[in-house]
């Protein structure tokens, strides 16, 4: 069962905008941020945001991610078909110390 | 380039132990940890654990202490992760993945990976 809870799938048209949450707790989230990853099938997963935020080099400015209270967001703007991927969200939780994710976002555009 | 190559598929029966391989190229290997995650087919992400490079230290997941037991070679870049007294759940594709800070930044809470290995499927079946 995930530690982090995401939606299961999100669907917007092409050049839209997807904003994708991720609800923990104060033990994960809410103290210590969350990574982004985005996993197309087949493929490893692939870091799309630390958890302060910030970008890895080589990442579009399409994805954003942004923190409130104990819930991280992923915006990607300007969808692309080549965004269909799973997302997953990540953070350490202190009171298991573990590394907890998400169940991943199925998104999906039109 | 970084690159972080796994051993082969594998396929095992309940009861069994497994161990995957990790050989990491394109850095110095004692520079930063790796966690392992797996996958089970169709379903998410899970955490195991994480090891330290440079001293071998290890963190692992509840779930699993007692059961897998990650070890690191520098002469030879390589990680390991071994999980013994396989069940059929444990069918899963297991990844490593390179801490995305360098160590001299990385306290005892590993960052996220930027790197991924390619992914060992290991089926657990009678």
């Known amino acids: 069962q995930a530690g982090l809870t995401q939606p299961p799938s999100v669907s917007k048209g092409l050049r839209q905008t997807a904003t994708l949450t991720c609800t923990g707790n104060s033990n994960n989230v809410g103290s210590q941020g969350a990574a982004w990853l985005q996993q197309h099938q087949g493929h490893p997963p692939k870091l799309l945001s630390y958890r302060n935020n910030d970008r890895p080099s080589g990442i579009s400015e399409r994805f954003s991610a942004s923190r409130s209270g104990n819930t991280a967001s992923l915006t990607i703007t300007g969808l692309q078909p080549e965004d269909e991927a799973d997302y997953y969200c990540?953070?350490?939780?202190?009171?298991?110390?573990?590394?907890?994710f998400g169940g991943g976002t199925k998104v999906t555009v039109l | 380039q970084v690159q972080l190559v796994q051993s082969g598929a594998e396929v095992k029966k309940p009861g069994a132990s497994v161990k995957v391989s990790c050989k990491a190229s394109?850095?110095?290997?004692?520079?930063?940890?790796i966690s392992w995650v797996r996958q089970a087919p169709g379903q998410g992400l899970e955490w195991m654990g994480w090891?330290?490079?440079?001293?071998?230290?290890?963190i692992s997941a509840q779930k699993f202490q007692g059961r897998v037991t990650m070890t690191s070679d520098t002469s030879t870049s390589t990680a390991y992760m071994e999980l013994r007294r396989l069940r059929s759940d444990d069918t899963a594709v297991y990844y490593c993945?390179?801490?995305?800070?360098?160590?001299?930044?990385?306290?005892?809470?590993?960052?996220?990976?930027?790197?991924w290995g390619q992914g060992t499927l290991v089926t657990v079946s009678s």
């Open positions: 394109g850095y110095t290997f004692t520079n930063y940890g």
């Open positions: 993945a390179r801490d995305s800070l360098h160590g001299l930044f990385v306290g005892t809470i590993p960052p996220p990976a930027d790197y």
């Open positions: 990540s953070s350490w939780d202190s009171s298991l110390s573990s590394e907890v």
């Open positions: 090891i330290t490079a440079y001293n071998g230290n290890t």
